[in-house]
């Protein structure tokens, strides 16, 4: 069952916003809005904190690191960590920390991809495992999508674990839109779409993979119930994982769907309860499940379409 907590949040309605479960509390952090054809005309740098769902506090309405989306939220060695993403149009791959929530540091400025530093990003996979901050895959250039894998236990130096490579036994194909999650005590990644050139979806995947070192993925599944998708969420609460919406490919539209999963392999839909939506912002927190803000679009022809951005609040109860 599912209730909704609220449907207005005092932050903007949005999609691509990161978030966190942190000191107690869930945090959301940017995100971005635009028109009603779906072209991005606002990049939020704001920072909320709520620790039920309902009040949200606005730490801060223009953190240091800039309006952007596609981004991802951390909680590591005691602070959040903000990673990359579009940041007012333009790909990044720098790294900002904070305590608190207001006062942000930068600890990777952004630069030419190297050894130590991943390529510039966005709509990729992030995870904590192993005492380490993880990114994987995403949408970038020279590979526009991404399967390649870095770790870093500082979010200075990161360790390049997996290089770009076609799909394989041991490495699922690049990706955009996916999304992450660490269960049973190893790295999960799900679905995603794929790019070989700008805003051009190529497939769109509907598989399950999981590794321990991130050097060597395991296939669990394919063309899972919930196949042909991206920009959807899973987070892992009661001993299981829970696949929240996304967007199905090829104009099948933004979903309401909710999935569970024990292993990977077999998946059941449950009830869910919360409008259709993608790109939206999905927590465990307090054994509970949340869905937060997103967009949800629909479109009768390419000159009639409806987009409603989302800062609305659901839970599972």
Same mark, same amino acid.
């Given at each position: 069952?599912?209730?909704?907590?609220t449907a =207005?949040?005092?932050?903007?309605?949005?999609?691509?916003?990161s978030?966190?479960?942190?000191?107690?509390?869930?945090?959301v952090?940017?995100?971005?809005?635009?028109?009603?054809?779906g072209?991005?005309t606002?990049y939020?740098?704001d920072?909320?904190?709520?620790?039920?769902?309902?009040?949200?506090?606005?730490?801060?309405?223009?953190?240091?690191?800039?309006?952007?989306?596609?981004?991802?939220?951390?909680?590591?060695?005691g602070?959040?960590?903000?990673?990359?993403?579009n940041?007012?149009?333009?790909?990044?791959?720098?790294?900002?920390?904070?305590?608190?929530?207001?006062?942000w540091t930068?600890?990777?400025?952004?630069?030419?991809?190297?050894?130590?530093?991943?390529?510039s990003r966005?709509?990729?996979g992030?995870l904590?495992?192993?005492n380490a901050?993880?990114?994987?895959?995403?949408?970038?250039?020279?590979?526009?999508?991404k399967?390649?894998?870095w770790?870093?236990?500082?979010?200075?130096?990161?360790?390049?674990?997996?290089?770009?490579?076609p799909?394989?036994?041991?490495?699922?194909?690049p990706r955009?839109?996916?999304?992450t999650?660490?269960?049973n005590?190893?790295?999960?990644?799900?679905s995603g779409? =794929?790019?070989?050139?700008?805003?051009v979806?190529?497939?769109?995947?509907?598989?399950?993979w999981?590794?321990?070192?991130?050097?060597?993925w395991?296939?669990a599944a394919?063309?899972?119930?919930?196949?042909?998708?991206?920009? =959807?969420q899973?987070?892992?609460?009661?001993?299981?994982?829970?696949?929240?919406?996304g967007?199905?490919w090829?104009?099948?539209?933004?979903?309401?769907?909710?999935?569970t999963?024990?292993n990977?392999?077999?998946?059941?839909?449950?009830?869910?309860?919360?409008?259709?939506r993608?790109?939206?912002?999905?927590?465990?927190?307090?054994?509970?499940v949340?869905?937060?803000?997103?967009?949800?679009?629909s479109?009768?022809?390419t000159?009639n379409?409806?987009?409603?951005?989302?800062?609305?609040v659901?839970?599972?109860?």
């Amino acid at each position: 069952n599912w209730a909704e907590v609220t449907a =207005h949040a005092p932050f903007s309605g949005r999609y691509g916003l990161s978030g966190a479960v942190f000191n107690n509390s869930m945090w959301v952090v940017g995100g971005a809005a635009g028109n009603a054809n779906g072209s991005v005309t606002y990049y939020y740098g704001d920072v909320w904190t709520s620790s039920n769902g309902s009040s949200w506090t606005e730490k801060t309405a223009g953190a240091p690191f800039g309006g952007r989306y596609g981004s991802q939220l951390l909680p590591f060695n005691g602070k959040l960590w903000l990673i990359a993403g579009n940041k007012n149009g333009t790909l990044m791959n720098d790294v900002w920390s904070s305590s608190d929530g207001v006062t942000w540091t930068q600890v990777l400025a952004p630069a030419a991809p190297s050894a130590t530093q991943f390529s510039s990003r966005e709509d990729f996979g992030a995870l904590v495992y192993n005492n380490a901050m993880w990114v994987i895959g995403g949408y970038g250039t020279g590979p526009i999508s991404k399967n390649d894998v870095w770790s870093s236990t500082d979010g200075i130096t990161w360790a390049q674990v997996l290089a770009n490579g076609p799909s394989s036994a041991g490495q699922f194909a690049p990706r955009w839109g996916l999304s992450t999650v660490v269960y049973n005590n190893a790295m999960w990644v799900l679905s995603g779409a =794929h790019s070989t050139v700008p805003n051009v979806i190529d497939t769109a995947y509907g598989d399950a993979w999981s590794s321990t070192t991130g050097s060597s993925w395991a296939q669990a599944a394919n063309l899972n119930p919930y196949n042909l998708s991206y920009y =959807h969420q899973v987070v892992a609460n009661n001993n299981l994982m829970w696949l929240t919406a996304g967007f199905l490919w090829n104009n099948w539209g933004p979903e309401s769907t909710v999935w569970t999963s024990g292993n990977g392999a077999n998946w059941s839909n449950v009830p869910s309860a919360f409008p259709p939506r993608f790109y939206h912002l999905s927590l465990a927190f307090n054994n509970q499940v949340w869905v937060i803000a997103g967009c949800n679009n629909s479109c009768n022809s390419t000159s009639n379409c409806s987009v409603t951005y989302l800062n609305d609040v659901w839970r599972t109860q």
